[in-house]
């Protein structure tokens, strides 16, 4: 049972990771690669975000999807506070991304409450 835990976490920290990767890209495939705010901003979520999945990905550690929850949370709201909510294929990609990254690790937190790993 344990060992199906933590692969449901696992696949958690996948799809984080996956999010992390279509975050990176998507100024290139969205378009809004010319403006540097949602860009960068995208492209600093995006390392953050796959750098604390690879790390979960090896050891699980509550703390890392507090973070990413963090951060899905910035993503929503920083197209507003950084002003770049007119841009809407940009205010459209965080915010998606934003709440799919809220959602995963949310999930994951709420799993490591509810189905604490058993020690051997």
């Known amino acids: 049972m344990a060992n199906g835990l933590m692969e449901g976490k696992k696949a ?6 996956i999010l992390a990767a ?5 100024p290139w495939l969205i378009g809004f690669v010319a403006e540097t705010t949602p860009a960068w901003n995208a492209w600093i979520a995006a390392v ?3 750098a604390l999945a690879l790390a979960a990905l090896s ?8 973070v990413n929850l ?3 949370l910035w993503l929503i709201v920083s197209p507003w506070l950084l002003g770049f909510a007119a841009n809407v294929n940009a205010m459209g990609t965080h915010v998606v991304l934003g709440v799919l990254v809220v959602a995963a ?3 994951a937190v709420w799993d490591s409450r509810h189905h604490p790993p058993a020690h051997a």
């Not at 958690?12 to 990771?17: A, M, V």
């Not at 050891?59 to 507090?66: I, K, L, N, R």
């Open 70 to 72: 963090v951060v899905g």
């Open 105 to 107: 690790s949310a999930w």
């Open 59 to 66: 050891v699980f550690a509550e703390w890392e999807e507090w």
């Open 22 to 26: 279509c975050l990176f890209i998507s």
């Open 48 to 50: 953050v975000l796959g």
């Open 12 to 17: 958690q920290d996948w799809i984080n990771l």
